[in-house]
């Protein structure tokens, strides 16, 4: 069975840093780009990042360019995200997503559940 | 970035009956390939969002076919052809053209 399981969430100071992993399994984890997707809480959904399978390419929201870092492990099977300098407006539950095909992570086909990160003093 | 906008908003429906939804984007999603990259989400309460339909009319796996999308350019319309109960959720479109990926607002659909 096609799975992803995000971990690492949790509540951090305005300022602080997280980071989010995501463990991946029923599929050759390589082969796929993978992005970020958020929701801040009773909002709609936000694309954050993607990285392509070879980790070649990577691309990032405006909103968290230069904060955030996306990366990944193709011999662990896990997509990360480094998050520093947050923000209260960080906060959401944030879901990691395989792209479908291509080295695009669109057409998310594959959602894990979330893990939530709550940016407060 | 691209500007996702649908409608309506809220969308009450009597099951078995038919249900649509528009979606436009702020710019054309047709790529060079004659395909517009424009993707279809379905987030049920309390769950991770699910894709539907991607590039415009594509049915993902396991999607009922009374799901159906249809559009290019700018203008797109994703139909239920007979609302079940199980359908009831928050619809998002997503244009997947462009960096930054950005989705409409979601339209919620529940039942009358």
């Known amino acids: 069975e096609v799975q992803l399981l995000e971990s690492g969430g949790g509540l951090v100071q305005p300022g602080g840093s997280l980071r989010l992993s995501c463990a991946a399994s029923g599929f050759t984890f390589s082969n796929y780009a993978m992005s970020w997707v958020r929701q801040a809480p009773g909002k709609g959904l936000e694309w954050v990042s993607e990285?392509?399978?070879?980790?070649?390419?990577?691309n990032y929201a405006d909103s968290v360019k230069g904060r955030f870092t996306v990366s990944r492990d193709n011999s662990k099977n896990t997509l990360f995200l480094q998050m520093s300098s947050l923000r209260v407006e960080d906060t959401a539950i944030y879901y990691c997503?395989?792209?479908?095909?291509?080295?695009?992570?669109?057409?998310?086909?594959?959602w894990g559940k979330g893990t939530t990160v709550t940016v407060s003093s | 970035d691209i500007v996702m906008t649908q409608s309506p908003l809220s969308l009450p429906v009597t099951p078995g009956e038919p249900a649509s939804i528009s979606c436009r984007s702020s710019e054309s999603l047709l790529y060079s390939n004659g395909n517009s990259y424009l993707d279809w989400y379905l987030q049920k309460p309390g769950q991770s969002p699910q894709l539907l339909i991607y590039v415009g009319s594509n049915r993902a796996s396991g999607v009922p076919d009374r799901f159906s999308g249809s559009g290019s350019g700018t203008d797109f319309t994703l139909k239920i052809s007979r609302v079940e109960a199980e359908d009831v959720g928050i619809y998002y479109c997503m244009q997947a053209l462009q960096i930054p990926f950005t989705f409409g607002p979601g339209t919620k659909l529940d039942i009358k």
């Open positions: 990285i392509s399978g070879s980790v070649t390419r990577t």
């Open positions: 997503a395989k792209g479908l095909y291509g080295d695009f992570g669109r057409h998310m086909d594959v």
